[in-house]
């Protein structure tokens, strides 16, 4: 058993890795994010909202589910988030009272254009 999990976690090292991170310039400790700080980081205020996250990390999943390599993933999912949040932005006139559910809706015409 111990030679089987071990043959496991060496195969989980050997598997190329990504790394998304939200940041400022200077750096900032994530999970006090203001829509200021999003909008200088290169998104729009729209996603400083609780849930948008996660709909990043499920757009991210679903590329790699699709056989996307990690890397592609991570950038088309990044582009992708960002643009659903400014069409979600414009589509509501405005950050102001843009939820998550607002990007998901728009994920499919980010996509299709």
Do not use: K, Y
Not at 7 to 32: C, I, K, M, S, Y
Not at 55 to 82: I, N, Y
């Amino acid at each position: 058993m111990v030679v089987a999990a071990n043959q496991a976690a060496n195969a989980l090292l050997a598997r190329p890795r990504v790394l998304v991170l939200e940041w400022t310039d200077p750096p900032f400790a994530p999970g006090h994010w203001i829509p200021e700080m999003v909008e200088l980081a290169g998104g729009v205020p729209a996603l400083a909202t609780a849930g948008t996250g996660d709909v990043l990390s499920g757009v991210l999943g679903a590329f790699l589910a699709r056989g996307m390599a990690p890397f592609e993933a991570a950038c088309a999912a990044v582009f992708a988030h960002a643009e659903a949040g400014r069409r979600a932005t414009a589509a509501l006139d405005g950050p102001d009272g843009v939820i998550a559910s607002d990007v998901i809706d728009q994920l499919p015409h980010t996509l299709a254009a």
